[in-house]
Structures are given as structure tokens and as C-alpha cells.
């Protein structure tokens, strides 16, 4: 039981609609990021948040947006969807940034598919 | 820039039959090396994180060990249940950098 809670767990979107990923973390956990992974490949990092402010973000489009909220819940918003959009969205949360003990913990993953 | 291999693609072993499974890294300063373990469809089931060279962990039959350049995950007498694929991956030093992975190596191990 990893603490880290993700919805939905899937769910098929038309091109160029605009869908909200949702994660709930363990309480404590302060860092929150989110990953992109498309079929047989590792997750790609698309951003970060640390008490509530993005402090880094991958080689993702402004159209990939996120908040964090002071319950340790999260979003991923993503506007305009493309089909290459199409993959599974990873929650991960920690105390802190992953190091010197602090374990990073992923959700289940939404599927999202972009018709 | 920071870049994991992981090898081989995919291995396929008899069950009871002992393998390796190699992680190799590039990073400019490694605060830690995590292994993960990946069922079809499903998140990423933390296995280990290692922060130096030398450092070794079990858990049942897996034993991940690391290097300055690379990682091992050894896989004893493995069952068809440990049969997933399993992600290797670099947190660089900065602290705002987040998990670099590899692609992955899918295992399946036949009874």
C-alpha cells in the first residue's frame, strides 16, 4: 500500500478535448510529480510540485498543466489532447525530493486514450 | 546529461533459473539509484533504492547491488510470479530533478 491514490483509471478523451488527472498522496508528503508513460517505455517526468509551487518540469507543452493542493491532493491538467497524448499518468509523491531515505511511491496510473 | 540503459530488452527464464539484470547510468551526482517492479497496467511497486557504491539490498530472491556506473538486480531461483518488468532509475543530485528511468527489462519466467 503505497498512499498514493489516483483517478480515474481510465478514461478516452475526443482530440482536442481537455481532461484533469487527479492524486491523492500520504499526508506528510510534500512533493508531488507526475510522469508520462507510454506503452514499453520507461515514465518520462513532465513536472514537479513542492508545497504547492512547480519547482521543475520536464520537456513537456504549456498545454500540460498541475496544482497542488494543501491536502496533499494534486492535478494534471492537459488542454487541446493530441493522440500522441494517449499513455499512462503516474502520480508520485515523497517527504522531500527522494533522497538521503525518502522513498518516492507511485500510484496506479490513469490510462488515458486520445481518440 | 543524465541517461539510464537497462539490459537486456526482455529475458525470458526457466523457473528456478538464476539471472541478472544490468542498469547502467550516466548523472552528473546520484542521490540515489531506485529499482522498481512494473505489472502490466499498473503503477510502479517500489523495490530498493541504493545511494553508493558497494551498497547491496535483498528483498526474497531479488538482491540489487551498485556500482559507479552501474546497478544489478539478481533474481535467485526466481517463480512465475516475479515474472514483470522492471524499471531502473537515477534521482540526480539537484533537487529538483526528478527520476530519470530506464526503458525497462521484461522479465517472464516460465514454470
Known amino acids: 500500500e503505497t498512499g498514493v491514490t489516483q483517478s480515474p483509471t481510465h478514461l478516452i478523451k475526443t482530440r482536442g478535448q481537455q481532461v484533469t488527472l487527479r492524486c491523492s498522496s500520504q499526508s506528510g508528503h510534500n512533493t508531488v510529480s507526475w510522469y508520462q508513460q507510454a506503452l514499453g517505455q520507461g515514465p518520462q517526468f513532465i513536472f514537479q510540485?513542492?508545497?504547492?509551487?512547480?519547482?521543475g518540469r520536464g520537456n513537456f507543452p504549456p498545454r500540460f498543466s498541475g496544482l497542488q493542493f494543501p491536502n496533499y491532493s494534486s492535478e494534471l491538467n492537459v488542454n487541446a489532447l493530441e493522440l500522441d497524448d494517449s499513455a499512462l499518468y503516474l502520480c508520485?509523491?515523497?517527504?522531500?525530493?527522494?533522497?538521503?531515505?525518502?522513498?518516492?511511491?507511485f500510484g496506479e496510473g490513469s490510462w488515458l486514450t486520445v481518440v | 546529461e543524465d541517461q539510464v540503459t537497462q539490459s537486456p530488452e526482455a529475458l525470458r527464464l526457466q523457473e528456478g533459473e538464476s539471472s541478472s539484470l544490468n542498469c547502467s547510468y550516466t548523472v552528473s551526482g546520484l542521490r540515489g539509484l531506485f529499482w522498481y517492479r512494473q505489472d502490466p497496467g499498473k503503477g510502479p511497486e517500489f523495490l530498493f533504492t541504493l545511494y553508493s557504491a558497494g551498497e547491496e539490498k535483498e528483498k526474497e530472491r531479488l538482491k540489487a547491488t551498485l556500482t559507479k556506473k552501474e546497478s544489478f538486480l539478481h533474481i535467485t531461483a526466481p517463480k512465475p510470479e516475479d515474472s514483470a518488468t522492471y524499471l531502473c532509475a537515477v534521482l540526480p543530485y539537484s533537487g529538483n530533478t526528478p527520476l530519470v528511468f530506464g526503458k525497462g527489462t521484461r522479465l517472464s519466467v516460465i514454470a
Open positions: 510540485y513542492y508545497r504547492e509551487e512547480e519547482n
Open positions: 508520485a509523491s515523497s517527504t522531500g525530493t527522494g533522497g538521503s531515505g525518502n522513498t518516492i511511491y
